[in-house]
């Protein structure tokens, strides 16, 4: 069993910036896959980010390639989605999740993944 609590959500302005961080407990951290979900009311959960395990190989939506950065440390057994030039559609309840099996490239494809956070509300204010 993994447990996963983000952390770091709030109200920004457009263009503003916001760094999630997600905390790992109950598992070797280093085992599992990372990423990084959302979802704004009214409308299904959708992939944002993925890591691999060693953070040597990434994968993100479109809708924020180039905008978002994820990363991890597995010493701290934390993961973190750096979000830059934000826009109001960015605004949803974003959640980290964690899976031994699925790699980012499947996440991607899938929305999926085995241990999910509580989640924590980014709101982006025009």
């Known amino acids: 069993q993994v447990q996963l609590v983000e952390s770091g959500g709030g109200l920004v302005q457009a263009g503003g910036s916001l760094r999630l961080s997600c905390a790992a407990s109950?598992?070797?951290?280093?085992?599992?896959?990372m990423g990084w979900f959302r979802q704004a009311p009214g409308r299904e959960r959708e992939f944002v980010a993925a890591?691999?395990?060693?953070?040597?190989?990434?994968v993100y939506a479109d809708s924020v390639r180039g905008r978002f950065t994820i990363s991890r440390d597995n010493a701290k057994n934390t993961v973190f989605l750096q979000m830059n030039s934000l826009e109001p559609e960015d605004t949803a309840v974003y959640y980290c999740?964690?899976?031994?099996?699925?790699?980012?490239?499947?996440?991607?494809?899938?929305?999926?993944?085995?241990?999910w956070g509580q989640g924590t509300q980014v709101t982006v204010s025009s």
């Open positions: 109950g598992r070797t951290f280093s085992n599992y896959y």
């Open positions: 890591i691999n395990r060693s953070g040597s190989s990434t």
């Open positions: 999740a964690a899976d031994s099996r699925i790699t980012p490239a499947t996440m991607r494809v899938s929305v999926n993944a085995n241990y």
